[in-house]
């Protein structure tokens, strides 16, 4: 594991893009220097060996995933209530680039693994998007899920960035894109 300069903590609610935010951070600042990391990788990777599915299709935004959701966030919370930073460490052992962008921050306690051990490195990023934005993409609420603190466990955290991703406002997400950006260069080893 390489140490970070910048580490991006992406939270939100599904289907409010943090994908698509932590893919555009990457292609300004550049894939050579900063890396997509998720935490949900790691929930899915274990909780397909003990159940012997298939990985790779849990990784999809597919129904077969969908069958599984609720029991990966038990696994999850199990996990993470024995081990706040089990994940964090598992989805950063391989990390290299200076720039860590984790894009699926669930728990403050995620949040905090990762403030306590590389302070003045963190950005705290919450990505938003109305409830009909969501549904446009293909949410549909679910009980045990959307309910859980998987989803609602940050909702009042005190995040560093608010970023609109409503797709009608570009400028106003270019704005906090570019502020992410500047950040993030302001601590990058030239």
């Known amino acids: 594991m390489t140490e970070p300069t910048s580490i991006i903590l992406i939270n939100g609610k599904r289907k409010c893009g943090k994908d698509y935010l932590a893919t555009r951070i990457q292609e300004k600042i550049s894939s050579d220097v900063c890396e997509i990391l998720h935490l949900s990788i790691e929930i899915k990777r274990e909780y397909a060996k003990l159940h012997n599915l298939d990985f790779k299709e849990l990784l999809t935004d597919s129904p077969y995933k969908d069958l599984y959701r609720k029991e990966m966030i038990a696994l999850g919370e199990s996990r993470r209530n024995a081990d706040p930073g089990h994940y964090c460490r598992l989805a950063t052992k391989h990390a290299s680039k200076q720039c860590w962008i984790i894009v699926d921050n669930r728990r403050e306690t995620d949040i905090e693994y990762f403030k306590s051990r590389y302070p003045d490195k963190c ?5 938003t998007a109305s409830e009909e934005v969501r549904k446009e ?7 045990g899920v959307d309910d859980a603190v998987s989803e609602c466990g940050l909702d009042k955290y005190q995040s560093d960035v608010v970023v609109r991703n409503n797709g009608e406002k570009e400028d106003e997400f270019d704005k906090s894109l570019d502020f992410v950006i500047s950040w993030i260069n302001k601590r990058l080893k030239c």
Not at 123 to 127: A, M
Not at 137 to 143: A, F, M
């Open 123 to 127: 950005l705290v990023v919450r990505v």
């Open 137 to 143: 993409r293909g949410w549909v609420w679910k009980s």
